[in-house]
């Protein structure tokens, strides 16, 4: 009986620091939009900003990547896939999208994702999903036309929501490439492994599409304007790298290994919600009423899809089965 006792309480001890790690990671990512959007503003390119991002902590994760070498042998395309999708595509989109749209805005709409993944499963896989997904979907469909104002002819800029919409595609991408990384029979690779090499790869695709050297260098030597408060360049874009992309990653992978998939999910919805109250208080960007309603509809919507149980007969949907397989510790990685 003490053993048992003991044991019960290492495992409460284990479930509240994956919560803590799982909370810290929410607020790291949640913060990048609020730490990138000023130094947009300043003059950088939103492809520079997300190179300097990726890059930056591609450099910092060097070491686990060369610990890990031997994923660029076993698992070249889900390296690749995730590189390009997961790191180049939803960064490069995201940052894109803030330099239009409000931070929340363009984060809730990235929040869709576990819902297309849904929609991929049913009409395109052709294989079913519960009830309770495709109330999900509807959620989230319903929420979205709320935070975008759709009986006002939509209340932000088109171009934006198209690129917060793409970042949402892209992690659909990588929701089907990590349902068919690899055989069954495969060991699961390391996350943290798939992460350092996803920086890399995304770090080389970036380098050839956003072009550095053209970057307008000198605005990180100045300061950027924080909803009137000037702040130190390189140290928004040390908050970027080390905290909202290093620390983010790290954690949310050590809190997945500490909670089940689905509690670790409830967590991360929390980064929207963080980053819409970030963006208020130190970007001044307000929300209506009827827009943070509609935000919280495409959490529940997005949980919803997200956690439900696969119906029966059918293989494990996508988006339910990939923080099984420890690939990445979240859907997002804006």
């Known amino acids: 009986m003490p053993v048992q006792t003991?044991?019960?309480?290492q495992g409460s001890r284990g479930r509240g620091v994956g919560l803590g790690l799982a909370l810290a990671s929410a607020l790291a990512f949640g913060g990048s939009g609020v730490a990138a959007k000023p130094l947009i503003e300043a003059?950088?390119?939103?492809l520079h900003v997300v190179w300097l991002r990726v890059a930056g902590a591609a450099v910092v994760m060097l070491p686990v990547a060369v610990r890990h070498r031997a994923l660029l042998r076993r698992r070249p395309a889900l390296l690749a896939g995730f590189g390009l999708l997961a790191?180049?595509?939803v960064q490069a989109?995201?940052?894109?999208?803030?330099?239009?749209?409000?931070?929340?805005?363009?984060l809730l709409i990235e929040y869709l994702a576990p819902a297309l993944v849904l929609g991929w499963v049913r009409f395109v896989q052709r294989r079913p999903v519960t009830r309770a997904a495709a109330l999900g979907v509807v959620l989230a469909a319903g929420g979205l036309a709320c935070v975008v104002e759709v009986w006002s002819g939509l209340s932000f800029d088109a171009l934006g929501l198209l690129l917060a919409l793409g970042a949402a595609c892209c992690q659909v991408g990588y929701f089907v490439l990590a349902d068919h990384g690899g055989d069954a029979g495969d060991e699961a690779p390391d996350p943290l492994g798939v992460i350092a090499y996803g920086l890399l790869f995304g770090a080389l695709v970036l380098t050839l599409v956003a072009r550095p050297w053209s970057m307008r260098w000198a605005v990180l030597t100045g300061s950027a304007d924080m909803n009137?408060?000037?702040v130190p360049a390189l140290a928004l874009l040390g908050w970027i790298v080390l905290i909202a992309t290093v620390v983010a990653y790290v954690?949310?992978?050590l809190s997945v290994r500490r909670l089940s998939p689905q509690v670790a999910g409830v967590v991360a919805c929390l980064e929207a919600v963080i980053a819409t109250v970030l963006a208020w208080v130190l970007l001044g960007e307000h929300l209506s009423a009827p827009?943070?309603?509609?935000?919280?509809?495409?959490?529940?919507?997005?949980?919803?899809?997200?956690?439900?149980?696969?119906?029966?007969g059918s293989a494990e949907p996508v988006a339910a089965g990939l923080g099984e397989r420890e690939l990445s510790p979240r859907g997002t990685t804006a």
């Open 87 to 89: 790191v180049a595509g």
């Open 6 to 9: 003991t044991e019960s309480s």
């Open 93 to 106: 989109c995201y940052f894109a999208a803030l330099s239009r749209i409000p931070v929340g805005v363009a």
């Open 43 to 46: 003059g950088l390119d939103p």
């Open 251 to 253: 954690t949310g992978v």
């Open 291 to 312: 827009q943070v309603a509609g935000g919280a509809v495409v959490l529940v919507g997005a949980f919803i899809a997200q956690s439900s149980t696969p119906a029966k």
């Open 228 to 230: 009137g408060t000037a």
